[in-house]
Each structure stands twice: as structure tokens, then as C-alpha cells.
């Protein structure tokens, strides 16, 4: 049977992988700039990690939400203790998509209301009314178009003012990071404009904090950057390291009812024991220091290279910017140079998202090797003058 054929593939066979690096089928190694979009956090098989989910699956992988699960509890102190969320509760299911599709539901639930307000270039996810809220009209089906949601423009404070005062919003949904889109961020009065109008309109303010969060940003969420507390927050990619493990921490304001959100895998054992590795390695390896380091020397070295137009994002969550599409700059840099980049739906951005792990000498061999690729490039382009 043939796989359905919806994904672009680069000729890369990855069949093991080992901190920043993956290797091939042929033996050959890349540095791991992009983490499978963000998801790798602590290192690719990192030991304590594999630990933890093998002996995890040996004793007993999988029951389901019907019993008394002390990983979920253990998990949830955790998160708390390290995100610093005090007072949230924890519902865990098992990608990001899911994760946003149950803050929605949960918001229209607290609410009443049933309008989403989301914004240009967001990307939420490809469920139901997560998919709506992404400003992408090639991935919403019609059955998606049938939600209420109202995309406006990042920092389009007047506008967001003009929809909540309708009355009939029950969320509100921010990357503070814009991910897919291209690492553009609001600006801290529009966010806590936003958070404000919120409060005063009975709207729930949702962070999705699916790529952004679990320290990528410099903190532990993104929006900790600014002075806002969201009702809810999403949270999956990094999480689990690579296991499918998503979340949303939910503010105490908000009541549970027995059956309101439900699951058969999420929080499952197994996941659970990758979620709580990951927070320990975070914590043990003290890796947000590292992530504030190792973004500081990133910056550092990319503002020496002219090329790079314009530096985006924060943390491990960075876009350099061109003035050229970089198609061709990214397929040199896995095919010549061996280095997983990621896009955006901005052409000319060059998406950096490495594992939290990672050192000066990464960056060092990351900078030596663009600066190799875009001197070829632009000879290539002199003799076709
Ligand atoms: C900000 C954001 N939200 C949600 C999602 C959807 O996550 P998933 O692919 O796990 O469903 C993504 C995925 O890229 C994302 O970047």
C-alpha cells in the first residue's frame, strides 16, 4: 500500500541519532539545527531519557484514563514547579493540534461563546477549529470553514478591541513567537492590550506555547516574556523529546466537569515518563541558562554575517532573514554540508530551532558552514550572468 503522498521529502534516511547530531543510512552525520521541528529538547537519546521510557514500557506502558495514574500527578508538579504556572491544572492528550482543539472547546465551554480571534500568519494546528484559527486557506477543508473565527493583524490592537466588544468571542489564540509564519512577534503593549481586553470582555486569553515553550524562547513560556497570565496554555513538541505528547495548563478559574474534555491515549504511561524525563533533564542540566547562552553567541556570530538581513525570535527559537528565497541555501546545507535547517511560510527565513543541548562548537561548525554555502551560492550566480 503507498503512503499518502501529502509531505515534500529531502533524500535523507535518518536511522539513529545521538545528542545534535542524526546519522543516515550511509553512515553520514548532520548537525540537528531544527529538532524535527522543535520537538527535540534534551538531545536525541539522551541516556537518562531512554532510561526512562524503556524501563517505563517494561512495567507498564499503557492503561487507560479510568484508573489512578501517579505520573500524571508526578508530571504535573513537575511542569509546575519548573514553568512556575502556579495553581493551573494539567489535562494531557497528545499533540499540539489537540492540545489548541481543547483550549478552544474548553474556552467556549467557560464562555458560552463561540467566535475565535486568531491572527495573520498564525499556525495552530490542522484539527477542527484549530485548523480555522491558522491564516492558511490551503489546509482548511471546508468542513473547518464552518467555525467562527476572525483573523486580524498582528499588533492590530483597534481591531481586536472592535471584536471582543461583539460579545460573542470565547478565545482568543497568540503565538507569542510566531513559528511556522516566520518568528515575528507582537509587541508587548499589543499583548498585554490583548490580555486586558480579555479580562474586560469574559474572553479566554489562549497561549499556544506548543513550539515556543518548554524554555526554547529563554524562559519557560513565551508569554512569561511580557505582564500577561493566560487563561489557557498549550503546550506538546518539545515535551516529550520526540514522544507524542501534548497539554493544556489551565488557569484555576476555570472549573472541570466530569466528561468536558476526555482522552484515550493522552497522559498515557509511557508518555508520561518521556514528559518527566525531558523536565528533569531541563532542570538538571540547568538547560534555559544554556538556552539564554547559547542564543547570545548564536546572535553574536549571525550579526557578523551580511548576508542576514534580519535576525527573528528569541532563545532557540530564531529566523534569519535574506533577501533571497533560501530553497536552494537549505538543500546545500543538508546535502553539502550535512546541517537540518527548517522554512516558514516566509521564503527568505531560515529557521533555527537545535535542541536545547547545544554548544558553541555547533554554532561554530553551523556558521562556518553558511558562510561556505552563500559564498557558492553567489559565485554560481556571477558565472550565470
Ligand atoms: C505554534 C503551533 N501550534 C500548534 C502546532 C500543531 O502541533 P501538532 O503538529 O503537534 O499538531 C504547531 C506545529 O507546528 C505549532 O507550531
Do not use: W
Request: charged residues 20%; aromatic residues 10%; proline residues 3%.
Amino acid at each position: 500500500m503507498p503512503l499518502f503522498d501529502v509531505y515534500p521529502l529531502y533524500n535523507v534516511t535518518p536511522v539513529s541519532a545521538k545528542g545534535l547530531y542524526v546519522y543516515d543510512d550511509a553512515d553520514n552525520e548532520y548537525l540537528d539545527l531544527y529538532g524535527g521541528h522543535a520537538v527535540i529538547s534534551i538531545g536525541h537519546a539522551h541516556p537518562k531519557y531512554v532510561d526512562a521510557v524503556s524501563s517505563q514500557v517494561a512495567e507498564l506502558g499503557f492503561y487507560s484514563n479510568a484508573i489512578q495514574n501517579p505520573l500524571q500527578v508526578q508530571l504535573a508538579e513537575k511542569l509546575e514547579a519548573l514553568s512556575g504556572c502556579e495553581g493551573y491544572n494539567l489535562f494531557l492528550c497528545n499533540s499540539g493540534a489537540e492540545a489548541n482543539e481543547n483550549a478552544l472547546k474548553l474556552a467556549s465551554f467557560k464562555t458560552g461563546k463561540s467566535r475565535v480571534v486568531a491572527f495573520k500568519n498564525g499556525f495552530h494546528g490542522r484539527t477542527s477549529a484549530a485548523v480555522a484559527a491558522t491564516d492558511n486557506p490551503n489546509i482548511i477543508a471546508p468542513i473547518n470553514a464552518q467555525q467562527k473565527v476572525t483573523i486580524l493583524e498582528l499588533n492590530d490592537i483597534l481591531g481586536v478591541k472592535a471584536e471582543l466588544e461583539k460579545g460573542d468571542v470565547c478565545a482568543v489564540i497568540v503565538e507569542f513567537i510566531q513559528g511556522v509564519g516566520g518568528l515575528d512577534q507582537g509587541t508587548a503593549d499589543f499583548f498585554e492590550q490583548v490580555y486586558a481586553l480579555c479580562q474586560a470582555n469574559d474572553t479566554m486569553f489562549v497561549a499556544d506555547e506548543v513550539q515556543s515553550g518548554y524554555g526554547r524562547s529563554g524562559k519557560f513560556f513565551a508569554f512569561q516574556h511580557y505582564n500577561v497570565t493566560p487563561d489557557i496554555i498549550s503546550i506538546a513538541k518539545g515535551m516529550g523529546n520526540g514522544f507524542p505528547i501534548g497539554g493544556i495548563l489551565i488557569h484555576p478559574d476555570i472549573e472541570a466537569k466530569h466528561g468536558m474534555l476526555g482522552t484515550t491515549f493522552g497522559g498515557n504511561h509511557l508518555a508520561c515518563a518521556a514528559g518527566l524525563s525531558v523536565l528533569n533533564v531541563i532542570e538538571d542540566e540547568k538547560l534555559m541558562d544554556n538556552v539564554n547562552a547559547m542564543s547570545e553567541y548564536f546572535l553574536k556570530l549571525a550579526k557578523s554575517v551580511p548576508q542576514i538581513k534580519h535576525i527573528k525570535g528569541r532563545g532557540l527559537m530564531l529566523g534569519l532573514e535574506f533577501d533571497f528565497e533560501v530553497g536552494e541555501l537549505r538543500k546545500k546545507l543538508i546535502y553539502e554540508h550535512r546541517i537540518f535547517t527548517g522554512g516558514a511560510s516566509n521564503k527568505k527565513l531560515l529557521r533555527i530551532l537545535p535542541p536545547l543541548t547545544i554548544r558553541k562548537d555547533h554554532i561554530n561548525h553551523f556558521f562556518e558552514a553558511l558562510i561556505e554555502a552563500l559564498s557558492e551560492i553567489e559565485e554560481n550566480q556571477l558565472q550565470n550572468i
